[in-house]
Each structure stands twice: as structure tokens, then as C-alpha cells.
């Protein structure tokens, strides 16, 4: 069972990524997926999450309207795409996976994959 993030890079402010967080081992689709970041020196934050079953999605506040969340079942990943990149982005983003409802506490996530780095510059 593995479950891991990627994506990660150096973009420019106002920039755009995709992360990918990939499963194997397991089916991808019968989790709702989150993802979560954690900047140097700060407690990692929820950004989003996809649901399970219904295929909606939770957005944090500081993201809303820069970033959405897709699953592709064939590929078991879910993405995280993000855009309008600012300096404050700059994190290891993580997937996790959760049974049930999507949830913005990171407590709740029964598996964490690892980390990807997002770096934005000026």
C-alpha cells in the first residue's frame, strides 16, 4: 500500500502546478482524498478535499478560486491544481487519505503519503 504525491517544483509567482497524488495497492476512489501543506516553522494546513462518492470538493479560504481538485479512477490519482501561485504557497504539500466524509482535520486522515515540495519566487 503506497500512497505518494508529486508534482512539486519551482514556479513563479502567478505561476501554475498539478500535483498528483497516486495510490497503489488500493483503490483511490473509495477514500476521500486531502490535501494538506506545511510550510518551515508553521503547522500544516488543510487545502482542499475530494470526496469519495459525490465528487465534490472542499476548498480552503486562502485557495478558493486559485485551486480545484479532479480524480482520475483509471489512473487511481487524484489531482490538486493550483494557480496564481503566490510566495505564501511555498510548502511540502501532502495527499492523505480518509474513509467517510472529506474533512479539514488533519487527525482524521487514516494514511499520509509523502510530501512534495512547491517553491514560488518573484
Known amino acids: 500500500v503506497q500512497l505518494q504525491a508529486s508534482g512539486g517544483g519551482l514556479v513563479h509567482t502567478g505561476g501554475s502546478l498539478r500535483l498528483s497524488c497516486a495510490a497503489s495497492g488500493f483503490r483511490l476512489d473509495e477514500y476521500a482524498v486531502g490535501w494538506f501543506r506545511q510550510a518551515p516553522g508553521k503547522e500544516r494546513e488543510a487545502v482542499a478535499c475530494r470526496s469519495s462518492h459525490d465528487g465534490s470538493s472542499g476548498i480552503a479560504d486562502f485557495v478558493k478560486g486559485r485551486a480545484s481538485t479532479s480524480r482520475d479512477n483509471a489512473k487511481n490519482t487524484v489531482t490538486l491544481q493550483m494557480n496564481s501561485l503566490k510566495s505564501e504557497d511555498t510548502a511540502v504539500y501532502y495527499c492523505?487519505?480518509?474513509?467517510?466524509?472529506?474533512?479539514?482535520?488533519?487527525?482524521?486522515?487514516?494514511?499520509w503519503g509523502q510530501g512534495t515540495q512547491v517553491t514560488v519566487s518573484s
Open positions: 492523505a487519505i480518509v474513509s467517510g466524509s472529506c474533512s479539514f482535520h488533519a487527525t482524521r486522515y487514516d494514511y
